[in-house]
T-cell receptor, first 113, second 112 residues
Framework: NAGVTQTPKFRVLKTGQSMTLLCAQD?????MYWYRQDPGMGLRLIHY???????AKGEVPDGYNVSRLKKQNFLLGLESAAPSQTSVYFC????????????FGPGTRLTVL | TQLLEQSPQFLSIQEGENLTVYCNSS?????LQWYRQEPGEGPVLLVT?????EVKKLKRLTFQFGDARKDSSLHITAAQPGDTGLYLC????????????FGEGTQLTVNP
């Protein structure tokens, strides 16, 4: 039981490049989330999913897209990276809305030059 | 505008001291969670409080949910270096479904 895993752990992009961050959970959780964490800003929700095949916008969705084709995977895409997207990205999952708290992955540190 | 305000932002104390971290809002939350995050890792859930006035204890950590469910506190007794980390509060509102709103966090350093 690995919990929540994220790949890659580190990535450096040039402005305008694209990439996909992969999140996988093996706990059969319904809900999955993508956050970004910046100094002094706390965790901000980018997009989330309440089940396979569903996605919804969070607090800061611009410049990102997501897909949840399989229940265990939640992908975060950056189509044209910008320096403002330099951040640490965390994926989280949760069994149900009223259930125990969110389980977080170890994070992906992304730098956009 | 930050929905959840945490204070203090930074706290540096000596081993053995007591401390309290606060999480305040003008909004009512259906539940509130506390997480601890260590460098290079994701946040880890410590506790969830759901009832106004509820108090939960986790060894030397005491969590309280305000009577009006707008605020919460985390008290650590006899802090140890292993308590060092970023403490985050996160609230769930009835209108936000499965989403959580996070505070900015309190960076605690316990010096030996």
């Amino acid at each position: 039981n690995a919990g929540v895993t994220q790949t890659p752990k580190f990535r450096v992009l040039k402005t305008g490049q694209s990439m996909t961050l992969l999140c996988a959970q093996d706990m059969n959780h319904e809900y999955m989330y993508w956050y970004r964490q910046d100094p002094g800003m706390g965790l901000r929700l980018i997009h989330y999913s309440v089940g396979e095949g569903t996605t919804a916008k969070g607090e800061v969705p611009d410049g990102y897209n997501v897909s949840r084709l399989k229940k265990q995977n939640f992908l975060l895409g950056l189509e044209s990276a910008a320096p403002s997207q330099t951040s640490v990205y965390f994926c989280a999952s949760r069994l149900l809305a009223g259930g125990p708290g969110q389980y977080f992955g170890p994070g992906t540190r992304l730098t956009v030059l | 505008t930050q929905l959840l305000e945490q204070s203090p932002q930074f706290l540096s104390i000596q081993e053995g001291e007591n401390l309290t971290v606060y999480c305040n809002s003008s909004s009512v939350f259906s539940s509130l969670q506390w997480y601890r995050q260590e460098p290079g890792e994701g946040p880890v859930l410590l506790v969830t409080v759901v009832t106004g006035g509820e108090v939960k204890k986790l060894k030397r950590l005491t969590f309280q949910f305000g009577d009006a469910r707008k605020d919460s506190s985390l008290h650590i007794t006899a802090a140890q270096p292993g308590d060092t980390g970023l403490y985050l509060c996160a609230g769930a509102r009835e209108t936000s479904g499965s989403r959580l709103t996070f505070g900015e966090g309190t960076q605690l350093t316990v010096n030996p």
